[in-house]
């Protein structure tokens, strides 16, 4: 999992370069059992609720921040019976580590745990956020997720 974190933040920086400067632009990829988000905001305050299905039971969350200059960003994932599957937090000022020349950044890549499958939720909720956003929730197995193996059991 440690190097799947390094591979999303590395291909998150890319994405910055492509995005500095651009305010307010988001992206949104809403497939069965790959969901992927990116933006970039100045001060944002909003929750954004969206929608994904999925045929598996775990997930694998990758998510992170890129020169964040201000606020926090919290994303939460509920299974299709509204049970909280994950819950995380980045805050801007929190450690981070240099993606690119100019680009500072922290992430988190984790296997929600175990959920039913079907039309599951996640939130984003930003909060005086400045800085780049990237995440991906990926059925555990899905062809995107790197670390996958056969099993719908998160490790331990």
């Not at 440690?2 to 632009?25: D, E, I, K, M, N």
């Not at 497939?31 to 994904?52: I, M, P």
């Not at 450690?95 to 020349?101: I, K």
């Amino acid at each position: 999992m440690r190097w799947t974190v390094v591979v999303a933040l590395a291909s998150f920086a890319l994405l910055s370069g492509c995005l500095q400067g651009l305010q307010g632009v988001e992206k949104v990829t809403n497939q069965v059992d790959q969901f992927a988000y990116g933006g970039s905001f100045a001060g944002k305050s909003a929750t954004k609720t969206f929608t994904w299905q999925t045929t598996g039971k775990v997930a694998a969350v990758n998510w992170g921040t890129a020169n964040a200059e201000a606020g926090s960003v919290r994303v939460r994932v509920a299974d299709s019976a509204g049970a909280t599957v994950y819950d995380g937090t980045l805050r801007a000022g929190s450690p981070s580590v240099t993606l690119a020349e100019g680009v500072t950044g922290t992430g988190a890549s984790t296997y929600s745990t175990a959920g039913q499958s079907g039309a599951w939720t996640i939130i984003i909720d930003l909060d005086g956020y400045s800085g780049l956003l990237g995440l991906s929730v990926q059925a555990k197995g899905h062809a995107y997720d790197t670390s996958a193996s056969a099993s719908d059991t998160p490790p331990s």
